[in-house]
């Protein structure tokens, strides 16, 4: 009855520590390994969960012109360290606008100061397709991966949602996670971007055919 009791009051821990809504906190959040690692002959315990939120600010932000680099997204950071890998789930969602016809823009999830793409972490330089060509023949063919594109056409200064979501593993350490964009032409608005991140602690024993991004 007791370890019973034990169990149920570590849950309730990793549920209650887990949800994490502070805006514009740029300190680093320590992600707790609550579970341990011993040999569960049946089947191992449903890992904690840990959820952040943040929250654009100011609530309008424009990119002016045309750039090959993600400019990050005011508010929109949140800086981890854990001891053990974790199973990230990032979300973005706003609204955006295009002010020049014939004209697009892209939205990307940075880790660590790098380009998330197709499992690659890329850098935020004009090169990055020249050290992944497979990706694309040009950079902005391999930017537009994964649905990443807001465009324009004949119609502009008309709102529409704009999202990012990327499912990706990181190793135990420190991890700084945030939302980029860029535009071919200009200005490119954004109004109220929000960024959840749902970590979940990664157990070898269970297969979820995810591999560490490759970094560049």
Known sequence: MYLLSLSFALLLVAW????????????????????????FRESPPERPRH???RYQDPNLYVIPSASKVFTKFPGLDLAVHHAAPMVYNIRFQGSCALMQTSNWALT???????VLISNRLL???????????DLGKNIDESDTRGGS?????????VAAV????D???????????????????????????????????????VHIGLSYPTIY
């Open 108 to 114: 990307r999830i940075l880790i660590n100061n790098k």
């Open 51 to 53: 959820f952040h939120m």
């Open 162 to 165: 704009c999202s990012k979501s």
């Open 16 to 39: 209650t520590t887990g949800l994490n809504t502070t805006t514009n906190d740029a300190s680093i959040i320590e992600i707790p390994i609550l579970l341990g690692r011993g040999d």
């Open 167 to 205: 499912l990706v593993l990181l190793p135990a350490g420190t991890h700084f996670i945030g939302v980029g964009g860029r535009t071919t032409g200009g200005p490119f608005h954004v109004w109220g971007g929000e960024l959840l991140v749902e970590a979940t602690e990664y157990d070898p024993r």
């Open 149 to 157: 594109m807001h465009a324009s056409g004949s119609t502009t200064s």
């Open 123 to 133: 850098p935020n330089n004009d090169q990055r397709h020249v050290v992944a060509p």
